[in-house]
């Protein structure tokens, strides 16, 4: 007995959408079977990390806080991913992006005005876009795929920051610890919500996805990257340029993966230290693939995965969890959504073994 794949003619839209709410249950489940036979209440384990960070109301503001910088790195990523182009190496951007906004913030430090934050801000949305200069133009000029040189500048760029905080950008009266000074009041995020840790970054991740669903639906360069991802050959026949497409399209990822980090660094950290690698780039490509690759679909994913976050470190401190357990989860999560995805849109087929009798 043989399987084969094959194609369906159109996945239904219910499908589509209820699909990834299907592998967020079948992660809990699994995740409650494995944990349990690793020696810990599997039960227990999945009722911390799925449903004490949704209804106790304290830590709503850490489930905004975490989902705000994987809303916008995903976004960005989910742009790219339409036309083709992986970028990979969206946690370098993020770093790179956290090192150009304090870059800045040391240039101003003895100034003050509320024309600093702003400029904070474009310094790391031009930090991330510069890091994905190289994966663009070894792309486009020597076919070298980006996969790879994105995800290697990622280390590149840890290494950057750790020369930087421990060498010329080090506290000196930091009492030895490798970090850089305090970002002044100007050079921080204000908060939002008063007497909590909700900043202004968490409604600029909700407006940068609405600017991109916008952008995606309504704009020829939407459009553009649809066709380019879809049928390079149609989209060169209809005159759009394939490598100005990969350009835009990894320069925009790299630019909100340095939003983002900006973002954090002025709002979350307020200094730059070598803790800053969150690993926000890796997990926000199953941000964006949970969220079907679509802007607004990417803002509940990101939720959903701050929820895997906030409750990996609530079952740490109740249950003694592992902290590899949110690695874990995540990880499953992604499995199971591309064996959805690969379920929605092929239906396995049962091809009988034939017997082939040769004459004597």
Do not use: C
């Not at 704009?219 to 209809?238: C, D, I, L, M």
């Not at 005159?239 to 990822?253: C, D, H, Q, V």
């Amino acid at each position: 007995m043989q399987f084969r794949l094959e194609k369906r003619t159109e996945p239904s839209k219910a499908m589509l959408y209820l699909a990834p709410i299907g592998a967020v249950l079948i992660t809990a489940l699994v995740g409650a079977i494995i944990f349990s036979l690793i020696g810990y209440d599997g039960t227990r384990a999945v009722r911390e990390i799925f449903v004490t960070p949704i209804l106790n109301p304290l830590k709503w503001q850490d489930l905004a806080v975490k989902a705000a910088p994987l809303v916008i790195i995903a976004v960005g990523l989910a742009i790219g991913y339409r036309a083709n182009v992986w970028n990979i190496g969206a946690e370098g951007q993020y770093i790179l992006g956290g090192l150009a906004g304090t870059g800045m913030a040391l240039l101003t430090r003895d100034f003050s005005g509320p024309w600093i934050l702003p400029l904070m801000i474009l310094a790391g949305a031009a930090g991330g876009m510069a890091w994905a200069v190289l994966p663009a133009l070894l792309r486009t000029r020597l076919q070298v795929n980006e996969i790879l040189t994105s995800l290697m500048l990622t280390y590149v760029a840890i290494q950057l920051l750790n020369y930087l905080v421990i060498g010329p950008w080090k506290d000196p009266m930091g009492f030895g610890f490798p970090q850089t000074r305090m970002f002044t009041a100007d050079q921080m995020l204000p908060q939002i919500v008063p007497r909590t840790i909700v900043h202004l970054g968490v409604p600029i991740a909700v407006v940068v996805a609405v600017i991109a669903w916008f952008v995606m639906g309504r704009s020829v360069f939407g459009y553009q990257v649809k066709v380019v991802g879809a049928a390079p050959n149609a989209a060169r026949y209809g005159g759009f340029s394939i490598n100005r497409t990969i350009w835009l399209a990894l320069l925009t990822s790299g630019a909100l993966a340095g939003l983002a980090g900006v973002l954090e660094a002025a709002g979350t950290f307020g200094r730059m230290v070598p803790s800053f690698p969150t690993n926000y780039g890796f997990t926000a490509i199953i941000v964006a693939f949970l969220g079907r690759l679509h802007p607004i679909g990417v803002i509940f994913a990101g939720l959903a995965m701050a929820v895997t976050v906030v409750g990996g470190e609530v079952a740490q401190t109740t249950i003694q969890l592992p902290a590899a357990a949110v690695g874990i989860f995540q990880s499953m999560m992604l499995f199971f959504l591309l064996a959805s995805d690969l379920l929605v849109r092929y239906r396995i087929k049962i091809v009988g073994r034939r017997t082939v009798e040769v004459a004597p």
